[in-house]
């Protein structure tokens, strides 16, 4: 019977990365709007480690500064000699007790479920190793087998193969579940007797066959689990491979995208109801959460909302930071900006930006506004290009619009202000004073016709 045992995993991530062509560490490049690191570390955290440690190198400060709200236990590589080299900087904190999984933190696509299969194989005699076949494996650490019983026996590497050890097409992932209290005898044993004088963390399996251990490979199917990111064209594959992952989880959960390709989540989406619909182009980031029937127009891009439902928003809006109650409309070319709540069944039109209001239920602002630090009441009609002069240069004043108030088109309100309630504001007013409740208020110069008046004419004519 297999003993139940702690799990620590060890997330290598020194090395440089120079194939990025980055002045940044290459673990803090991003897919899905997340670092490759906090990729891995999260799935690390999925698995339930009772504890995690990232090995770090390369620009290490910038990587525990960027990513210091990770529970983690940093551990430092100062020359980066080698994947063996890399563990035995943890060799000290290795618990006898613990099974011991060594990820990379440049490879950000593996499964939960994959691992899992990886991690029911260790124990006290054995060791678990991912391995895929590839087409086309160099580069690769490749898994040599006994002729006859077909047992892992070593892995070697690309540079130090023989011609017949290269043409093996089972090769090393580089993820190994190990027992913890083996790991140990193994790393002191590892030497840098090779091609490219490291210590080579696949040493072990030779050392743990020696040892009269059994190592087991558990084969990956999926190749793009275990792809690495060394380059910024397999930075964009790894960015496509998990926008497609992500878009058939949503479609399966009732959301019809126009096309899974062209749409992109950089964050997380919440479902509150079904029969979503996503037009193409539409970016998502941070938490946004959805509501029954919603409709999101082509070009849309929506971070940290909430969204109603029934709620449609048309081609080209951006909303940010903001709620958006139900079977409002939204759009087209609509901008709502952070602190904006939209009560239910409210109309925002094309080219209204509304910033950090509150807009009550049954209210319309249909074109070519400025609402911004506004309370705007209920049923309330904002006419074509109204603005809140909410900024004096200095300060930011309020406005406040009760219910059923009616703005004329053109108008400014110079913030303080308040309108009343039920009061009506004549097109191309200019408000400085609060409005009395349901009266007419204008501020316009009279209109003046002049009679026999000519217009001028070409001189010479
Ligand atoms: C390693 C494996 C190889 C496997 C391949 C899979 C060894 C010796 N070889 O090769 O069998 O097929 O991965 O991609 O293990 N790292 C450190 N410190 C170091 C060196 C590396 O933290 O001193 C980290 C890197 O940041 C990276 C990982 O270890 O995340 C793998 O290093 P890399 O140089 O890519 O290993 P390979 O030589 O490609
Ligand atoms: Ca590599």
Redesign the pocket.
Known sequence: MKKETGLKTI???????TRMKSVMP??LHRIAGRPLLEHVHGLAAALGSEDITI????QGDKVRQQLNHLKTNWVE?R????????VMQVSDALDDEQTVLVL????PLLRKETVQRLLAVPNDNTLGLLTVVLRDPS????IVRNAETQRVER?V??NDATPEEKDLSE????IMALPGLRLKKWLSELDNTNA?G??????VVALAVEDGCRVDAIEVLDEDE?L?V?DRIQLAHLERVLQQRQARALMAAGVTLADPSRFDVRGEIVLDGQDIEIDINVIVEGTVSLGRNVRIGPNCVLKNCTVGDHVEIMANSVIEDASIGSSSRIGPFARIRPGTELGDHVHVGNFVEIKKSVVNSLSKINHLSYIGDSTVGSRVNIGAGTITCNYDGVNKSRTVIEDDVFVGSDTQLVAPVRLGRNSTIGAGSTITKDTPEGQLSLSRSRQVSVKGWVRPRKKGS
């Open positions: 997330i290598l991530a020194a090395g440089q990365g290459k673990v090995v770090y190198g390369h590589q020359e980066q000699l080698g994947t063996g080299h890399a990379y933190g440049d490879v580069g690769y650490g490749r892995i590497e690309e090769v090393n992932t580089g490219q490291e210590y080579y963390l696949t040493d275990v690495g060394n």
